[in-house]
């Protein structure tokens, strides 16, 4: 078993939906949880960084993690074209930072 | 603000040939130091880490290796290439730290194909 598993899509969208994206994880040590958008042949950027359960929202977009069910979703408001991209969870154990475990990343496109 | 610089980013290597890859860092000072590889249809793995000039941690035994001859450039190596070498190689910083954890920032990346 994988230690992150996430749905790698692809998936279709029309603009302005909610988008879900979602990544179970299996080590419980895990602290540290976040969401990458990684055009394509570009390296991922930084979009949602997040240490505790609960939710933290960023303009549209908003990171839950539930750390009892070992579940971290992304939700993406009001989606638009320029959304489409990969998304890719990560997270890591306490004081090993940059030491991260990704998803395999959820191919997302949004059409107008 | 920090930048990171990655060159080049495209390149075509045969087998058995050398390779170097090239990273710096603008803007901030005794930052972490890491090289990803990203292959097709799959997650990132991390190969390299560094805290610091010439402290490096391997975390995949293979024929790639890496030094940091400055605390802001880092390098990625091979003195001879494999096909399964190829791939998409990613250098990323985070701010070094006295416990706790920073997010890494990564470079555009060098998509290497080994022919």
């Known amino acids: 078993q994988k230690e992150v598993e996430q749905d790698p899509g692809p998936l279709s969208v029309p603009e302005g939906a909610i988008v879900s994206l979602n990544c179970t994880y299996s080590?419980?040590?895990?602290?540290?949880f976040m969401w990458y958008r990684q055009y394509s042949r570009k390296g991922p950027e930084l979009l949602m960084y997040?240490?505790?359960?609960g939710n933290k929202e960023d303009g549209r977009f908003t990171a839950q993690v539930d750390k009892s069910s070992k579940y971290i979703s992304l939700f993406i408001r009001d989606s638009q074209p320029s959304d489409s991209a990969t998304y890719l969870c990560?997270?890591?154990?306490?004081?090993?930072?940059?030491?991260?475990?990704f998803g395999q990343g959820t191919e997302l496109s949004v059409k107008p | 603000s920090q930048t990171i610089h990655q060159w080049p980013a495209t390149l075509v290597q045969p087998v058995g040939s050398p390779l170097s890859l090239e990273c710096t860092v603008e803007?901030?000072?005794?930052?972490?130091l890491y090289w990803y590889r990203q292959a097709a249809g799959r997650g990132l793995q991390l190969l390299f880490y560094?805290?610091?000039?010439?402290?490096i941690s391997s975390e995949v035994p293979q024929n790639l290796s890496a030094s940091r001859p400055q605390d802001r450039q880092f390098i990625l190596s091979s003195k001879k290439l494999l096909l399964s070498d190829s791939g998409f190689y990613l250098c990323?910083?985070?701010?070094?730290?006295?416990?706790?954890?920073?997010?890494?920032?990564f470079g555009n990346g060098t998509r290497l194909t080994v022919t």
């Open positions: 990323a910083w985070s701010v070094r730290g006295v416990g706790g954890n920073s997010p890494l920032h």
């Open positions: 080590n419980s040590a895990f602290q540290y």
């Open positions: 803007g901030t000072s005794n930052p972490n």
């Open positions: 560094s805290v610091g000039i010439g402290q």
């Open positions: 990560a997270m890591s154990v306490y004081n090993q930072g940059g030491k991260l475990i």
């Open positions: 997040t240490y505790s359960s």
